[in-house]
């Protein structure tokens, strides 16, 4: 009776506390983005979120062959632009912008998992589980935004897999920089920026890059073509026109590779989300908020993408 009362209460079906226990993650090694704006609450509903996605992550491996993880050990770098450009060439990407960053993760075998509303003040978070990384994004926030946080929880995983003594501070001014770097290269924002360096300028090289006007200003800022003083001058001019709070004109979110693939490959089973959720002893809502924006409304195939997904026999 009590445990009926206990699922009710929860919105879980009452099979979900009869099966396997769910495998933990280590906390110790995990990367929160805003860590000291976020309380304990919310951390532990993120974590929770997390461990859900394990649980998911292993019933979608039992069926497809998803992308091996293939990233750097990077902790032995001090310098986060430098790590972000030896990531850059190990992925062969030279200085070239990024078209999908989400893809990009994807592609070299980073599981992507949404985090839903009860945890919308948690930015982003990875970790590394059973030598796999792992990463959750909020998409409740721009999608230049969102890109920004994906680079940044990069950073996470190539430099900080076992923690770091610098403590959590210093680590997130590191991740800062690997994502500023990573995705706007130093060279080619020195060839491709105009000077001088204004409002106008900041704002057409969003279309380039695809992270915020402020993302922009604080990188051409950080490379010497904007001094402190226009920078901060021109911080007060974008949150004047709203830069700050959203991004204006901003750029279409991107959404998964390998999650559009699945569920379209499931589909032509007959495989629902539902069923999925029904399998994992789950409600579908919780199964939802995992890949919610990840992908599109109708699941179909993308025969552009080439992230190499099959089926395990």
Same mark, same amino acid.
Do not use: H
């Given at each position: 009776m009590t445990l009926a009362k206990l699922a009710r209460a929860l919105d879980f079906p009452i099979e979900f506390f009869f099966a396997s226990d769910i495998q933990e993650i280590d906390t110790g090694s995990v990367s929160f983005r805003s860590f000291s704006k976020m309380s304990a609450r919310e951390r532990d509903a993120?974590? +929770?979120?997390? %461990?859900l996605g394990l649980q998911l992550n292993t019933w979608i491996e039992r069926r497809f !062959?998803?992308? &091996?993880p293939n990233l750097l050990d990077l902790e032995y770098e001090s310098d986060p632009e430098a790590a972000a450009h030896y990531l850059r060439q190990f992925w062969g990407l030279g200085e070239k912008p990024i078209g999908n960053m989400l893809g990009l993760l994807e592609t070299h075998g980073v599981r992507v998992f949404s985090l839903s &509303?009860? =945890?919308? +003040?948690v930015n982003a978070f990875s970790f590394w589980q059973d030598q796999k990384p792992f990463m959750f994004l909020n998409n409740f926030k721009t999608a230049e935004s969102s890109i920004f946080d994906t680079a940044h929880e990069l950073c996470h995983l190539v430099m900080h897999r076992h923690g770091d003594p610098k403590g959590p501070r210093m680590i997130e001014r590191e991740a800062n920089v690997f994502a500023s770097a990573f995705l706007m290269p130093a060279n080619d924002v020195k060839a491709r @920026?105009?000077?001088? @360096? =204004?409002?106008d300028v900041v704002l057409r090289a969003k279309t380039r890059w695809r992270v915020s006007? %402020?993302?922009i200003a604080h990188r051409v800022n950080r490379l010497g073509l904007l001094s402190d003083w226009n920078y901060k001058s021109m911080c007060v001019e974008l949150t004047r026109r709203g830069y700050r709070a959203s991004e204006p004109g901003g750029i279409e979110r991107e959404t998964s590779i @390998?999650?559009?693939k699945v569920l379209s490959e499931l589909w032509s089973d007959r495989v629902t989300k539902a069923h999925i959720a029904q399998e994992l002893c789950l409600p579908l809502d919780e199964l939802e908020g995992l890949i919610w924006n990840l992908t599109s409304t109708a699941a179909r195939p993308d025969r552009q +993408? !080439? =992230?190499?997904?099959? +089926?395990?026999?």
């Open positions: 993120a974590l +929770a979120a997390g %461990m !062959g998803l992308p &091996e &509303e009860n =945890t919308a +003040a @920026v105009p000077r001088p @360096v =204004t409002i006007a %402020m993302a @390998v999650w559009r +993408a !080439g =992230t190499a997904l099959r +089926a395990v026999s």
